[in-house]
T-cell receptor, first 118, second 112 residues
């Protein structure tokens, strides 16, 4: 069964620090990988989507990289701000399984809870 | 404004009662999904629908039912057979099953 692991589970950093969140997945045959942000008690907001053929995607202070062969992705946040405090979730999509019993093509990690201290 | 809405924000269920959670989208998306989120766990897929009048079970469909009579609506019913329904329920939609999913604000279900 495919699994997505996010390390660390929680992270606390001072404002202004650059930081890296990690995501690993057991089955490297992914279609794409997404990073989401979730604020407490809210839904998810998509931050970045990386196709399997891409190495990285950037949006503002966020940069996500993908190393498909090693089953890893990182989310880099530059110059962190208190407003970045949230849970960050990684999810991978597989190009198979829809309609097949037992396969879920979008698999989520449990997230990393980030606190940026002013 | 285009988006995906869920109602109610909070829902209370009595023992043996069926309750229905609403999910509506005006993004013209074909695919819609229901997830359950428990503290300390990732999202788990309950049901998904790739097109109107069609839906498939996800990882944890037991005790739940859905319908997809309209493209913009995908209601979830939590039946009395679901013995541990307390959770945060998230609805999502996407153009197709390979593209970015857009999430609603969620419904928190509590048992009285």
């Amino acid at each position: 069964k495919q699994e997505v692991t996010q390390i660390p589970a929680a992270l606390s950093v001072p404002e202004g620090e650059n930081l890296v969140l990690n995501c690993s997945f057991t089955d490297s045959a992914i279609y794409n990988l997404q990073w989401f942000r979730q604020d407490p008690g809210k839904g998810l907001t998509s931050l970045l989507l990386i196709q399997s053929s891409q190495r990285e995607q950037t949006s503002g202070r966020l940069n996500a990289s993908l190393d498909k062969s090693s089953g890893r992705s990182t989310l880099y946040i530059a110059a962190s701000q208190p407003g970045d405090s949230a849970t960050y979730l990684c999810a991978v999509t597989y190009p198979y399984g829809w309609g097949n019993s037992g396969n879920t093509p979008l698999v989520f990690g449990k997230g990393t809870r980030l606190s940026v201290i002013a | 404004d285009g988006g995906i809405t869920q109602s109610p924000k909070y829902l209370f269920r009595k023992e043996g009662q069926n309750v229905t959670l609403s999910c509506e989208q005006n993004l013209n998306h074909d695919a819609m999904y229901w997830y359950r989120q428990d503290p300390g766990q990732g999202l788990r897929l309950i049901y998904y629908s790739q097109i109107v009048n069609d839906f498939q079970k996800g990882d944890i469909a037991e005790g739940y039912s859905v319908s997809r009579e309209k493209k913009e609506s995908f209601p979830l019913t939590v039946t009395s057979a679901q013995k541990n329904p307390t959770a945060f329920y998230l609805c999502a939609s996407s153009t197709n099953t390979w593209e970015t999913q857009y999430f609603g604000p969620g419904t928190r279900l509590l048992v009285l």
